[in-house]
Nanobody, 126 residues
Framework: QVQVEESGGGLVQAGGSLRLSCAGS????????VGWFRQDPGLEREFVASISWRASNIFYADSVKDRFTISRDDAKITVYLQMNNLKPEDTALYYC???????????????????WGQGTQVNVSS
């Protein structure tokens, strides 16, 4: 069983930056692909980025490519999402998820996520 917990959300002006953290429990987190999704009320959860174990496969949604960077520090059992040049349309509840250990190399399909956090809110003002 893997547990994940997000942190780092907040309010920022357009053009600003935030770094989200996804802290995992247990060593299984380090052998799992981890992804970030976001969701606005009334809309479906949207893929943002994912990083596989050993960071050998990294994917981004087109809407965040060149602005967001996903990384992992397995010594700290944490995955980060560095968000730069934030836009008002990035406002959402951001979720971290983990897939099964050594299973999927990317989590672009939300159905591939096995473990979810509670989310952290990001608000970008114009």
């Amino acid at each position: 069983q893997v547990q994940v917990e997000e942190s780092g959300g907040g309010l920022v002006q357009a053009g600003g930056s935030l770094r989200l953290s996804c802290a995992g429990s247990g060593r299984a987190f380090t052998t799992s692909t981890v992804g970030w999704f976001r969701q606005d009320p009334g809309l479906e959860r949207e893929f943002v980025a994912s990083i596989s174990w050993r960071a050998s496969n990294i994917f981004y949604a087109d809407s965040v490519k060149d602005r967001f960077t996903i990384s992992r520090d397995d010594a700290k059992i944490t995955v980060y999402l560095q968000m730069n040049n934030l836009k008002p349309e990035d406002t959402a509840l951001y979720y971290c998820c983990a897939g099964r250990s050594y299973w999927y190399s990317d989590l672009r399909d939300v159905a591939r996520c096995s473990y979810w956090g509670q989310g952290t809110q990001v608000n970008v003002s114009s």
